[in-house]
């Protein structure tokens, strides 16, 4: 395969998207020169999606009484919060394949692998725990 087969396989799966108005300056003269963006399929739904579940964990350990809560009822109150956004994709004709992808589990392993989230993730004799940092 030379370059330009690659170039259009990758279009054709939306992998690469064409830079519109790309200008390049060779050898003081200018050309039109082919570039193009690197894409990712629905990758901005996915970002805001990873952004509403870390957002509702939060705001889930905010209400608590204590500022903690068990991964058990974490996991329960996420999957309840899915429920409601695939209703609202299939009532809305959006695609439901992010939703199987990110299930309450992926979002509390994805908030007790950031740092400097605020969640402190700990082990106790009755499960695993979230609480918020103290401040």
């Not at 963006?37 to 629905?42: K, Q, S």
């Not at 058990?72 to 199987?100: A, C, I, M, P, V």
Request: some cysteine; hydrophobic content about 35%.
């Amino acid at each position: 395969l030379d370059s330009k087969e690659v170039v259009q396989i990758l279009l054709k799966a939306s992998l690469l998207m064409p830079r519109q108005n790309w200008i390049t300056i060779q050898n003081s003269k200018r050309s039109e020169d082919n570039a193009y963006w690197f894409t990712l399929p629905n990758w901005g739904n996915a970002c805001q999606r990873i952004t509403n579940g870390r957002e509702f964990i939060i705001q889930a350990l905010k209400r608590s009484k204590y500022k903690e809560l068990s991964w058990s009822s974490l996991e329960s109150k996420l999957f309840r919060k899915q429920q409601q956004t695939e209703t609202y994709d299939r009532n809305h004709g959006l695609s439901n394949s992010l939703n199987q992808l990110f299930c309450g589990d992926f979002h509390l392993k994805d908030l007790a692998s950031l740092s400097g989230s605020g969640v402190i993730f700990e082990n106790q004799p009755s499960g695993m725990f979230a609480r918020l940092q103290p401040v």
